[in-house]
Protein backbone atom coordinates (compact mmCIF):
# COMPACT_ATOMS: atom_id res chain seq x y z
CA UNK A 1 0.00 0.00 0.00
CA UNK A 2 1.47 3.63 -0.18
CA UNK A 3 2.95 3.08 -3.73
CA UNK A 4 2.67 6.65 -4.36
CA UNK A 5 5.71 7.64 -1.66
CA UNK A 6 8.09 5.55 -3.86
CA UNK A 7 10.33 2.48 -3.25
CA UNK A 8 7.91 -0.21 -4.82
CA UNK A 9 10.60 -2.37 -5.84
CA UNK A 10 12.42 -2.32 -2.38
CA UNK A 11 8.92 -3.34 -0.64
CA UNK A 12 8.37 -6.19 -2.93
CA UNK A 13 11.27 -7.35 -2.67
CA UNK A 14 11.53 -7.17 0.85
CA UNK A 15 7.53 -8.67 1.16
CA UNK A 16 9.09 -11.93 -0.85
CA UNK A 17 11.79 -12.25 1.60
CA UNK A 18 9.66 -12.58 4.55
CA UNK A 19 7.43 -15.27 2.54
CA UNK A 20 10.26 -17.42 1.74
CA UNK A 21 9.50 -21.20 2.75
CA UNK A 22 5.60 -20.50 3.20
CA UNK A 23 2.43 -21.34 1.06
CA UNK A 24 2.45 -17.27 -0.32
CA UNK A 25 6.17 -17.76 -1.69
CA UNK A 26 4.49 -17.23 -5.54
CA UNK A 27 1.48 -15.28 -4.94
CA UNK A 28 0.95 -12.05 -6.90
CA UNK A 29 2.05 -8.68 -5.05
CA UNK A 30 0.44 -5.60 -6.14
CA UNK A 31 1.33 -2.53 -5.40
CA UNK A 32 -1.49 -0.25 -4.54
CA UNK A 33 -2.52 3.86 -3.47
CA UNK A 34 -5.66 4.43 -1.98
CA UNK A 35 -4.57 8.36 -2.91
CA UNK A 36 -3.50 7.90 -6.54
CA UNK A 37 -6.11 4.75 -6.72
CA UNK A 38 -3.75 2.97 -8.58
CA UNK A 39 -3.48 -0.49 -8.23
CA UNK A 40 -6.82 -0.94 -7.04
CA UNK A 41 -8.42 -2.81 -10.04
CA UNK A 42 -5.53 -4.88 -10.43
CA UNK A 43 -6.02 -5.81 -6.89
CA UNK A 44 -9.95 -6.50 -7.48
CA UNK A 45 -9.03 -8.91 -10.34
CA UNK A 46 -6.15 -10.88 -8.61
CA UNK A 47 -8.49 -11.54 -5.68
CA UNK A 48 -11.38 -12.50 -8.17
CA UNK A 49 -9.20 -14.85 -9.99
CA UNK A 50 -7.97 -16.57 -6.50
CA UNK A 51 -11.24 -16.30 -5.15
CA UNK A 52 -13.09 -18.51 -8.57
CA UNK A 53 -9.94 -21.09 -8.01
CA UNK A 54 -10.95 -21.98 -4.41
CA UNK A 55 -13.60 -25.04 -4.59
CA UNK A 56 -16.29 -24.67 -2.65
CA UNK A 57 -15.96 -26.47 1.15
CA UNK A 58 -17.23 -29.50 1.60
CA UNK A 59 -20.65 -30.20 2.73
CA UNK A 60 -20.80 -33.35 5.45
CA UNK A 61 -23.70 -33.04 6.56
CA UNK A 62 -22.68 -31.70 9.94
CA UNK A 63 -22.95 -28.00 10.21
CA UNK A 64 -21.08 -25.26 12.74
CA UNK A 65 -21.87 -21.98 13.18
CA UNK A 66 -19.16 -20.08 15.14
CA UNK A 67 -20.83 -17.27 16.64
CA UNK A 68 -19.19 -13.84 16.63
CA UNK A 69 -22.04 -12.02 17.74
CA UNK A 70 -25.06 -12.14 19.24
CA UNK A 71 -27.90 -9.62 19.68
CA UNK A 72 -31.60 -8.77 20.19
CA UNK A 73 -33.38 -6.99 17.63
CA UNK A 74 -37.01 -5.61 18.42
CA UNK A 75 -39.69 -7.82 17.33
CA UNK A 76 -37.39 -10.32 16.02
CA UNK A 77 -35.83 -11.48 18.53
CA UNK A 78 -32.31 -13.22 19.11
CA UNK A 79 -30.21 -13.38 16.02
CA UNK A 80 -26.39 -14.47 15.72
CA UNK A 81 -23.63 -14.21 13.17
CA UNK A 82 -20.69 -16.50 12.13
CA UNK A 83 -19.12 -18.30 9.09
CA UNK A 84 -20.93 -21.70 8.61
CA UNK A 85 -19.24 -25.01 8.04
CA UNK A 86 -19.39 -28.36 7.23
CA UNK A 87 -23.09 -28.06 6.02
CA UNK A 88 -25.94 -26.11 5.86
CA UNK A 89 -28.59 -24.51 7.59
CA UNK A 90 -32.78 -24.95 6.67
CA UNK A 91 -34.99 -22.23 7.49
CA UNK A 92 -37.29 -23.70 10.77
CA UNK A 93 -34.77 -26.75 11.39
CA UNK A 94 -34.12 -27.13 14.98
CA UNK A 95 -30.70 -26.91 16.03
CA UNK A 96 -28.49 -27.49 19.59
CA UNK A 97 -26.04 -24.32 21.09
CA UNK A 98 -22.85 -26.00 21.93
CA UNK A 99 -21.33 -26.15 24.62
CA UNK A 100 -24.66 -26.43 26.63
CA UNK A 101 -26.88 -28.44 23.94
CA UNK A 102 -29.69 -25.56 24.16
CA UNK A 103 -32.30 -26.90 21.83
CA UNK A 104 -33.91 -23.64 19.38
CA UNK A 105 -35.57 -23.23 16.36
CA UNK A 106 -33.96 -20.95 13.69
CA UNK A 107 -37.26 -18.93 11.93
CA UNK A 108 -35.17 -16.96 9.57
CA UNK A 109 -31.78 -17.23 7.63
CA UNK A 110 -29.90 -14.27 6.30
CA UNK A 111 -26.73 -14.41 3.96
CA UNK A 112 -25.09 -11.06 3.04
CA UNK A 113 -28.25 -9.10 4.54
CA UNK A 114 -30.57 -11.09 1.81
CA UNK A 115 -33.28 -13.79 3.35
CA UNK A 116 -32.95 -17.08 2.68
CA UNK A 117 -34.26 -20.68 2.92
CA UNK A 118 -31.54 -22.19 3.49
CA UNK A 119 -27.07 -21.10 4.42
CA UNK A 120 -24.22 -23.37 2.32
CA UNK A 121 -21.10 -24.25 3.90
CA UNK A 122 -18.79 -21.11 3.59
CA UNK A 123 -20.66 -18.56 4.00
CA UNK A 124 -21.61 -15.67 6.24
CA UNK A 125 -24.70 -16.68 8.10
CA UNK A 126 -27.01 -14.72 10.17
CA UNK A 127 -29.95 -16.97 11.69
CA UNK A 128 -32.87 -15.73 13.84
CA UNK A 129 -33.03 -17.83 16.82
CA UNK A 130 -36.37 -16.27 18.93
CA UNK A 131 -36.07 -19.32 21.24
CA UNK A 132 -32.66 -18.40 23.27
CA UNK A 133 -31.73 -14.92 25.24
CA UNK A 134 -28.92 -13.31 25.38
CA UNK A 135 -26.73 -11.90 28.26
CA UNK A 136 -24.84 -13.05 31.04
CA UNK A 137 -27.40 -15.62 32.04
CA UNK A 138 -25.71 -19.49 32.08
CA UNK A 139 -28.58 -20.42 29.48
CA UNK A 140 -27.98 -17.48 27.37
CA UNK A 141 -26.18 -17.33 23.85
CA UNK A 142 -22.80 -15.37 23.26
CA UNK A 143 -19.80 -14.96 21.43
CA UNK A 144 -17.97 -18.11 21.18
CA UNK A 145 -20.55 -20.52 21.23
CA UNK A 146 -21.30 -22.92 17.99
CA UNK A 147 -24.61 -24.00 16.50
CA UNK A 148 -25.00 -27.36 15.41
CA UNK A 149 -27.68 -29.85 14.12
CA UNK A 150 -26.82 -32.72 16.42
CA UNK A 151 -26.89 -32.71 20.20
CA UNK A 152 -22.81 -33.68 20.47
CA UNK A 153 -21.10 -33.94 23.80
CA UNK A 154 -18.58 -30.51 24.39
CA UNK A 155 -14.96 -31.89 25.19
CA UNK A 156 -12.98 -30.42 27.91
CA UNK A 157 -9.92 -32.74 27.38
CA UNK A 158 -8.23 -32.51 23.61
CA UNK A 159 -5.25 -34.11 22.20
CA UNK A 160 -3.87 -32.44 19.21
CA UNK A 161 -0.40 -32.17 17.31
CA UNK A 162 1.62 -29.17 18.34
CA UNK A 163 3.72 -26.72 16.07
CA UNK A 164 5.87 -24.41 16.64
CA UNK A 165 6.18 -22.03 13.48
CA UNK A 166 9.79 -21.92 12.38
CA UNK A 167 9.34 -18.41 10.84
CA UNK A 168 9.42 -17.20 14.22
CA UNK A 169 12.67 -15.29 15.18
CA UNK A 170 14.42 -15.99 18.24
CA UNK A 171 14.51 -13.08 19.89
CA UNK A 172 10.74 -12.61 19.84
CA UNK A 173 8.90 -13.63 23.30
CA UNK A 174 6.51 -15.82 20.91
CA UNK A 175 9.72 -17.92 20.38
CA UNK A 176 10.20 -18.88 24.04
CA UNK A 177 9.99 -22.62 24.63
CA UNK A 178 6.35 -23.70 25.42
CA UNK A 179 6.74 -25.72 28.76
CA UNK A 180 4.78 -28.64 29.49
CA UNK A 181 2.01 -27.61 32.28
CA UNK A 182 1.94 -23.97 30.98
CA UNK A 183 -1.50 -21.78 30.90
CA UNK A 184 -2.51 -20.47 27.83
CA UNK A 185 -5.38 -19.58 25.72
CA UNK A 186 -7.15 -21.86 23.15
CA UNK A 187 -8.19 -19.79 20.17
CA UNK A 188 -10.67 -22.48 18.26
CA UNK A 189 -13.70 -21.18 16.18
CA UNK A 190 -14.57 -17.65 17.55
CA UNK A 191 -13.85 -19.10 21.17
CA UNK A 192 -11.38 -18.35 23.69
CA UNK A 193 -10.57 -21.13 26.12
CA UNK A 194 -8.01 -21.05 28.97
CA UNK A 195 -6.29 -24.45 29.10
CA UNK A 196 -3.18 -26.14 30.81
CA UNK A 197 -0.91 -27.80 27.83
CA UNK A 198 0.65 -31.43 28.52
CA UNK A 199 3.20 -32.93 26.56
CA UNK A 200 3.46 -36.61 25.86
CA UNK A 201 7.28 -37.22 25.33
CA UNK A 202 8.93 -33.73 25.97
CA UNK A 203 9.20 -30.58 28.40
CA UNK A 204 8.48 -27.97 26.29
CA UNK A 205 7.88 -27.21 21.96
CA UNK A 206 10.71 -25.60 20.48
CA UNK A 207 11.13 -23.42 17.57
CA UNK A 208 10.29 -24.93 14.48
CA UNK A 209 9.26 -28.60 16.64
CA UNK A 210 6.18 -30.61 16.53
CA UNK A 211 5.15 -32.71 19.77
CA UNK A 212 1.59 -34.36 20.79
CA UNK A 213 0.29 -32.68 23.46
CA UNK A 214 -3.49 -32.81 25.55
CA UNK A 215 -4.92 -29.64 26.06
CA UNK A 216 -6.64 -29.37 29.57
CA UNK A 217 -9.72 -27.00 29.04
CA UNK A 218 -10.96 -24.94 32.05
CA UNK A 219 -14.33 -24.80 30.27
CA UNK A 220 -15.90 -27.35 27.16
CA UNK A 221 -15.59 -26.81 24.11
CA UNK A 222 -17.40 -28.57 20.59
CA UNK A 223 -14.39 -29.21 18.35
CA UNK A 224 -13.54 -32.05 16.15
CA UNK A 225 -11.12 -34.91 14.51
CA UNK A 226 -9.31 -32.33 12.17
CA UNK A 227 -10.23 -28.68 13.64
CA UNK A 228 -7.18 -26.61 13.19
CA UNK A 229 -6.53 -23.84 16.07
CA UNK A 230 -3.83 -21.64 17.44
CA UNK A 231 -2.85 -21.23 21.29
CA UNK A 232 -1.76 -17.37 22.55
CA UNK A 233 0.10 -16.69 26.25
CA UNK A 234 -2.10 -15.87 29.31
CA UNK A 235 -1.25 -11.89 28.36
CA UNK A 236 -2.79 -12.34 24.85
CA UNK A 237 0.29 -10.79 23.50
CA UNK A 238 1.88 -13.78 21.26
CA UNK A 239 0.45 -16.10 19.48
CA UNK A 240 3.07 -19.65 20.23
CA UNK A 241 1.86 -21.97 18.32
CA UNK A 242 -0.85 -23.65 15.88
CA UNK A 243 -2.54 -27.23 15.81
CA UNK A 244 -5.11 -30.12 14.65
CA UNK A 245 -7.26 -31.48 16.84
CA UNK A 246 -6.31 -35.51 17.01
CA UNK A 247 -8.73 -36.62 19.45
CA UNK A 248 -11.57 -34.58 20.90
CA UNK A 249 -12.56 -37.19 23.13
CA UNK A 250 -9.54 -38.07 25.46
CA UNK A 251 -9.11 -39.05 28.69
CA UNK A 252 -6.68 -37.39 31.27
CA UNK A 253 -6.20 -40.70 33.20
CA UNK A 254 -4.81 -42.41 29.35
CA UNK A 255 -2.95 -39.69 28.13
CA UNK A 256 0.19 -41.83 28.17
CA UNK A 257 -1.28 -45.25 28.30
CA UNK A 258 0.00 -47.63 25.18
CA UNK A 259 -3.29 -47.93 23.57
CA UNK A 260 -3.81 -44.22 23.40
CA UNK A 261 -0.50 -43.54 22.44
CA UNK A 262 -0.34 -45.48 19.21
CA UNK A 263 -3.50 -43.86 18.52
CA UNK A 264 -1.92 -39.93 18.77
CA UNK A 265 1.46 -41.17 17.11
CA UNK A 266 -0.45 -42.65 14.04
CA UNK A 267 -2.70 -39.91 13.77
CA UNK A 268 -0.28 -37.35 14.33
CA UNK A 269 1.37 -38.45 11.31
CA UNK A 270 -1.63 -38.86 8.96
CA UNK A 271 -4.28 -36.34 10.24
CA UNK A 272 -6.10 -36.70 6.92
CA UNK A 273 -6.02 -40.21 6.46
CA UNK A 274 -9.95 -41.74 6.65
CA UNK A 275 -9.18 -44.95 7.30
CA UNK A 276 -6.44 -44.55 9.76
CA UNK A 277 -9.02 -42.71 11.76
CA UNK A 278 -11.83 -45.26 11.26
CA UNK A 279 -9.48 -48.30 12.12
CA UNK A 280 -7.62 -46.55 15.11
CA UNK A 281 -11.27 -45.21 16.26
CA UNK A 282 -12.89 -48.77 16.23
CA UNK A 283 -9.44 -50.54 17.84
CA UNK A 284 -9.62 -48.20 20.91
CA UNK A 285 -13.44 -48.30 21.38
CA UNK A 286 -13.95 -51.79 20.72
CA UNK A 287 -17.34 -52.92 18.58
CA UNK A 288 -19.50 -50.03 18.43
CA UNK A 289 -22.46 -49.25 16.24
CA UNK A 290 -21.41 -47.79 12.97
CA UNK A 291 -23.49 -44.93 13.35
CA UNK A 292 -21.58 -43.31 16.06
CA UNK A 293 -18.46 -44.18 14.55
CA UNK A 294 -17.01 -40.14 14.29
CA UNK A 295 -19.46 -38.49 14.34
CA UNK A 296 -17.00 -35.57 15.83
CA UNK A 297 -15.10 -35.61 12.60
CA UNK A 298 -14.66 -33.77 9.36
CA UNK A 299 -15.86 -36.73 7.62
CA UNK A 300 -19.39 -37.63 6.17
CA UNK A 301 -21.37 -40.20 6.88
CA UNK A 302 -21.08 -41.65 3.09
CA UNK A 303 -17.21 -41.05 3.50
CA UNK A 304 -17.01 -43.54 6.82
CA UNK A 305 -19.45 -46.02 5.03
CA UNK A 306 -16.73 -46.81 2.41
CA UNK A 307 -13.86 -46.51 4.33
CA UNK A 308 -15.54 -49.29 6.70
CA UNK A 309 -16.59 -51.17 3.44
CA UNK A 310 -12.54 -51.11 2.12
CA UNK A 311 -11.41 -51.64 5.83
CA UNK A 312 -13.91 -54.67 6.01
CA UNK A 313 -12.54 -56.22 2.25
CA UNK A 314 -9.21 -55.85 3.51
CA UNK A 315 -9.93 -57.81 6.64
CA UNK A 316 -9.03 -55.04 9.03
CA UNK A 317 -12.65 -54.78 10.65
CA UNK A 318 -15.71 -57.06 10.77
CA UNK A 319 -19.38 -55.84 10.29
CA UNK A 320 -22.37 -57.80 12.05
CA UNK A 321 -25.01 -56.01 11.03
CA UNK A 322 -24.90 -52.40 12.41
CA UNK A 323 -21.60 -53.18 14.76
CA UNK A 324 -18.66 -52.86 13.52
CA UNK A 325 -15.25 -54.31 15.33
CA UNK A 326 -11.31 -54.86 15.10
CA UNK A 327 -10.83 -57.98 13.47
CA UNK A 328 -8.38 -59.26 15.94
CA UNK A 329 -10.94 -58.07 19.11
CA UNK A 330 -14.12 -59.77 17.90
CA UNK A 331 -12.44 -63.17 17.13
CA UNK A 332 -11.14 -62.95 21.25
CA UNK A 333 -15.07 -61.84 22.21
CA UNK A 334 -16.15 -64.58 19.77
CA UNK A 335 -13.62 -66.79 21.58
CA UNK A 336 -14.56 -66.19 24.72
CA UNK A 337 -18.43 -66.13 24.46
CA UNK A 338 -17.75 -69.74 22.44
CA UNK A 339 -15.66 -70.49 25.65
CA UNK A 340 -18.82 -69.86 28.09
CA UNK A 341 -21.05 -72.04 25.78
CA UNK A 342 -18.48 -75.03 25.41
CA UNK A 343 -17.72 -75.27 29.38
CA UNK A 344 -21.59 -74.93 29.60
CA UNK A 345 -21.81 -77.97 27.90
CA UNK A 346 -19.36 -79.90 29.19
CA UNK A 347 -20.48 -79.16 32.91
CA UNK A 348 -24.31 -79.24 32.27
CA UNK A 349 -24.30 -81.84 29.42
CA UNK A 350 -27.77 -82.73 31.07
CA UNK A 351 -29.24 -78.71 30.06
CA UNK A 352 -29.92 -77.40 26.41
CA UNK A 353 -26.99 -75.18 26.30
CA UNK A 354 -25.89 -71.83 28.05
CA UNK A 355 -29.17 -69.60 28.92
CA UNK A 356 -27.90 -66.00 27.60
CA UNK A 357 -29.16 -64.19 30.82
CA UNK A 358 -25.67 -65.67 31.86
CA UNK A 359 -23.70 -65.13 28.87
CA UNK A 360 -24.57 -61.20 29.05
CA UNK A 361 -23.77 -61.03 32.61
CA UNK A 362 -20.17 -62.42 31.68
CA UNK A 363 -19.77 -60.46 28.49
CA UNK A 364 -21.54 -56.75 30.65
CA UNK A 365 -18.51 -54.92 29.24
CA UNK A 366 -20.20 -54.81 25.52
CA UNK A 367 -22.99 -52.91 24.59
CA UNK A 368 -26.32 -54.33 24.28
CA UNK A 369 -26.50 -54.20 20.37
CA UNK A 370 -22.71 -55.93 20.38
CA UNK A 371 -24.20 -58.58 22.18
CA UNK A 372 -27.00 -59.25 19.90
CA UNK A 373 -24.52 -59.04 16.85
CA UNK A 374 -22.34 -61.63 18.37
CA UNK A 375 -25.10 -63.87 19.14
CA UNK A 376 -26.47 -63.60 15.41
CA UNK A 377 -22.82 -63.82 13.89
CA UNK A 378 -22.49 -67.07 16.36
CA UNK A 379 -25.75 -68.19 14.54
CA UNK A 380 -24.57 -68.32 11.48
CA UNK A 381 -21.52 -70.52 12.14
CA UNK A 382 -22.04 -73.55 14.24
CA UNK A 383 -24.48 -72.09 16.90
CA UNK A 384 -28.32 -72.41 17.11
CA UNK A 385 -30.55 -70.00 19.71
CA UNK A 386 -33.59 -71.70 21.13
CA UNK A 387 -35.85 -69.37 22.72
CA UNK A 388 -33.09 -68.08 25.74
CA UNK A 389 -30.35 -70.77 25.41
CA UNK A 390 -27.82 -70.96 22.61
CA UNK A 391 -25.65 -73.79 21.80
CA UNK A 392 -23.37 -75.69 19.68
CA UNK A 393 -25.46 -77.02 16.50
CA UNK A 394 -23.97 -80.72 17.33
CA UNK A 395 -25.44 -80.88 21.02
CA UNK A 396 -27.91 -83.23 22.18
CA UNK A 397 -28.63 -83.08 26.03
CA UNK A 398 -27.72 -86.27 27.97
CA UNK A 399 -28.15 -86.97 31.44
CA UNK A 400 -24.69 -88.44 33.39
CA UNK A 401 -25.52 -91.90 34.41
CA UNK A 402 -25.47 -90.68 38.22
CA UNK A 403 -28.93 -89.18 36.82
CA UNK A 404 -30.47 -91.35 34.90
CA UNK A 405 -32.31 -93.78 37.54
CA UNK A 406 -33.31 -90.25 39.34
CA UNK A 407 -35.21 -89.74 36.41
CA UNK A 408 -37.11 -92.56 35.62
CA UNK A 409 -37.65 -92.62 38.91
CA UNK A 410 -39.38 -88.70 38.76
CA UNK A 411 -41.48 -90.19 35.29
CA UNK A 412 -42.78 -93.53 37.09
CA UNK A 413 -43.73 -90.78 40.48
CA UNK A 414 -45.79 -88.56 37.76
CA UNK A 415 -47.20 -92.31 36.15
CA UNK A 416 -48.47 -93.17 39.07
CA UNK A 417 -50.87 -90.30 40.17
CA UNK A 418 -51.12 -88.64 35.81
CA UNK A 419 -54.15 -86.25 36.36
CA UNK A 420 -53.06 -85.44 40.05
CA UNK A 421 -49.12 -85.92 40.68
CA UNK A 422 -47.51 -84.66 44.07
CA UNK A 423 -46.03 -81.33 44.27
CA UNK A 424 -42.64 -80.57 42.52
CA UNK A 425 -40.81 -80.36 45.49
CA UNK A 426 -41.83 -83.64 46.49
CA UNK A 427 -40.66 -85.69 43.26
CA UNK A 428 -37.53 -82.84 43.14
CA UNK A 429 -36.71 -82.23 46.93
CA UNK A 430 -32.49 -82.64 46.50
CA UNK A 431 -29.80 -80.62 44.02
CA UNK A 432 -29.58 -83.44 41.98
CA UNK A 433 -33.50 -84.02 41.52
CA UNK A 434 -33.71 -80.87 40.56
CA UNK A 435 -31.01 -81.10 38.25
CA UNK A 436 -32.42 -84.47 36.54
CA UNK A 437 -36.03 -82.58 36.43
CA UNK A 438 -34.42 -79.89 35.28
CA UNK A 439 -33.42 -81.95 32.24
CA UNK A 440 -36.78 -83.67 31.42
CA UNK A 441 -38.57 -80.37 31.38
CA UNK A 442 -35.96 -79.22 28.93
CA UNK A 443 -36.54 -82.11 26.71
CA UNK A 444 -40.53 -81.69 26.94
CA UNK A 445 -40.46 -85.13 28.81
CA UNK A 446 -42.25 -82.97 31.96
CA UNK A 447 -44.25 -80.00 30.87
CA UNK A 448 -43.81 -76.81 33.65
CA UNK A 449 -47.52 -75.67 34.50
CA UNK A 450 -46.08 -73.68 37.75
CA UNK A 451 -43.60 -73.00 39.91
CA UNK A 452 -44.71 -75.93 41.89
CA UNK A 453 -46.69 -77.93 39.56
CA UNK A 454 -45.76 -80.32 37.04
CA UNK A 455 -47.31 -83.24 34.37
CA UNK A 456 -45.57 -85.93 32.46
CA UNK A 457 -45.59 -85.08 28.75
CA UNK A 458 -48.55 -88.11 28.12
CA UNK A 459 -51.01 -86.61 30.88
CA UNK A 460 -50.88 -83.52 30.06
CA UNK A 461 -51.58 -84.36 26.28
CA UNK A 462 -54.93 -86.64 27.58
CA UNK A 463 -55.59 -84.06 29.74
CA UNK A 464 -55.37 -81.28 26.47
CA UNK A 465 -57.60 -83.98 24.41
CA UNK A 466 -60.42 -84.17 27.32
CA UNK A 467 -60.81 -80.62 27.57
CA UNK A 468 -61.58 -79.86 24.05
CA UNK A 469 -63.42 -83.07 24.23
CA UNK A 470 -65.68 -81.43 26.48
CA UNK A 471 -65.89 -78.20 25.60
CA UNK A 472 -66.75 -79.16 22.03
CA UNK A 473 -70.04 -80.81 23.71
CA UNK A 474 -71.38 -78.12 25.86
CA UNK A 475 -69.90 -75.46 24.19
CA UNK A 476 -68.12 -74.31 27.27
CA UNK A 477 -67.07 -74.99 30.97
CA UNK A 478 -65.79 -73.98 34.43
CA UNK A 479 -63.40 -74.79 36.33
CA UNK A 480 -65.31 -77.12 38.81
CA UNK A 481 -66.61 -78.86 35.67
CA UNK A 482 -63.44 -79.66 33.90
CA UNK A 483 -61.94 -80.88 37.05
CA UNK A 484 -64.47 -83.64 37.47
CA UNK A 485 -63.97 -84.48 33.93
CA UNK A 486 -60.07 -84.89 34.39
CA UNK A 487 -60.74 -86.25 37.90
CA UNK A 488 -57.82 -84.05 39.23
CA UNK A 489 -57.18 -80.94 41.74
CA UNK A 490 -57.94 -77.48 41.52
CA UNK A 491 -54.30 -77.44 42.15
CA UNK A 492 -53.43 -78.82 38.92
CA UNK A 493 -56.42 -77.51 36.48
CA UNK A 494 -56.54 -74.06 36.99
CA UNK A 495 -52.58 -73.62 36.01
CA UNK A 496 -53.10 -76.40 33.72
CA UNK A 497 -55.83 -74.14 32.32
CA UNK A 498 -54.16 -71.18 32.25
CA UNK A 499 -51.30 -72.82 30.11
CA UNK A 500 -53.90 -74.01 27.62
CA UNK A 501 -54.96 -70.06 27.56
CA UNK A 502 -51.62 -69.06 26.73
CA UNK A 503 -50.97 -71.70 24.30
CA UNK A 504 -54.25 -70.59 22.49
CA UNK A 505 -55.86 -73.51 22.89
CA UNK A 506 -58.63 -71.92 25.20
CA UNK A 507 -60.06 -68.47 26.07
CA UNK A 508 -61.48 -67.71 29.16
CA UNK A 509 -64.82 -65.52 29.19
CA UNK A 510 -65.68 -64.90 32.63
CA UNK A 511 -65.81 -67.97 34.77
CA UNK A 512 -65.87 -70.31 32.01
CA UNK A 513 -63.69 -71.65 29.38
CA UNK A 514 -64.31 -71.67 25.34
CA UNK A 515 -62.49 -73.41 22.94
CA UNK A 516 -60.21 -70.77 20.81
CA UNK A 517 -61.01 -70.50 17.46
CA UNK A 518 -57.47 -69.53 16.42
CA UNK A 519 -55.89 -72.55 18.63
CA UNK A 520 -55.60 -75.79 17.91
Not at 77 to 103: D, E, M, Y
Not at 211 to 239: N, W
Request: proline share 5%; charged share 30%.
Amino acid sequence: TKADLGHVEKITSEIYDRLHDTPFAQAPVIATSTRTGAGIEQLKSALASELSAIPPQRDIGKPRLFIDRAFTLHGIGTVVTGTLTGGTFRRGQTVAVQPRNSAARIRSIQNHGRDSDFAPPGTRTAINLPDLPVGSSPNAIKRGDVVSIEKLEPSSTVDVLLEKSARLRQKEPAARPLKSGASIYLHHGTARIAAKVVFLECDSLQRSEKEIAQLRLDSPGLVFIGDRFVIRDRSEQHTIAGGIVLDPDADRKKFRAAEQRKLLIARAAAPNDLDLCVESEIERRGPLRSATLLRKSHFSAVEIEASLQRLQRQGDIVARGAVVGNTASWKLLRGRATTLIDTAHEKNSERGGLDLKDLRATLHDQSSETFESLISDLCAAGFVRSGSIIARAWHRPALPPHLKTIAETILAALAREPSDPPARKQIAPDKRDQEALRFLIDQGEVIELGADVILSRESFARMKDGVVAFISEHQSATVSQLRQELQSSRRIVVPFLEKLDRDGVTQRVADRRRLNRYGT
